[in-house]
Nanobody
Framework: QLVESGGGAVETGGSLTLSCVVSEYIPRTYWVYWVRQAPGKERKEREGVAFMHLDGTTSRYAESVEGRVTISLDKSKNTLYLHMNNLKADDTGTYYC???????????????????WGQGTLVTVSS
């Protein structure tokens, strides 16, 4: 129900845009999140990056990425995006799209409790 794409290898300081197709079976009252998992980290150590309501009206960011990433939604394509700039080595990881009926910084800090997940797309940032 959530299918990510757009990952790849990029140099430090570069940019990348990730996409997530959101199935029509996910209610439009839901919130969607971008969450990442660094190499060697466990699932419970996943880090919330940003989230947005599926009506496109509200978006929030983790402090660690604010100013460098933008979350956006193209409702005509049922696609969520994560635009990332000035990428750093610490941004390396598998990026997941997730959906949940709840929205808030609490879930951004504890993303392991999010309801629905995609399979992830790998981003590798190197110098």
């Amino acid at each position: 129900q959530l299918v990510e794409s757009g990952g790849g290898a990029v140099e430090t300081g570069g940019s990348l845009t990730l996409s997530c197709v959101v199935s029509e079976y996910i209610p439009r009252t839901y919130w969607v999140y971008w969450v990442r998992q660094a190499p060697g980290k466990e699932r419970k150590e996943r880090e919330g990056v940003a989230f947005m309501h599926l009506d496109g009206t509200t978006s929030r960011y983790a402090e660690s990425v604010e100013g460098r990433v933008t979350i956006s939604l193209d409702k005509s394509k049922n696609t969520l995006y994560l635009h990332m700039n000035n990428l750093k080595a610490d941004d390396t990881g598998t990026y997941y799209c997730a959906a949940d009926p709840r929205g808030g910084y609490g879930l951004l800090s504890a993303p392991e409790f999010l309801e629905r997940w995609g399979q992830g797309t790998l981003v590798t940032v190197s110098s």
